[in-house]
């Protein structure tokens, strides 16, 4: 895993926000991308609340 540290360096704030949507931070401050979030919530790991990565990747591939 990388640091998230790269993300808080952007200085164009569409870029970062984007960016901060396709990825998550842990409390370890490793970042983790889109790919290993619904990796970790298909093999049963709890979703951000309120927020559901697999629904994202199936949205934005005109499955959901």
Partial sequence: M???AALHSIQN???RMLL?????TLS?????GIADAVRYENAGGA???????????LRS???G
């Fill in 2 to 4: 990388e640091s998230s």
């Fill in 13 to 15: 704030e569409q870029l």
């Fill in 20 to 24: 901060w949507t396709a990825n998550r």
């Fill in 28 to 32: 370890t401050g490793d970042k983790l």
């Fill in 47 to 57: 979703p951000v609340p309120g927020y559901s990565h697999i629904t994202v990747a």
């Fill in 61 to 63: 591939t005109g499955q």
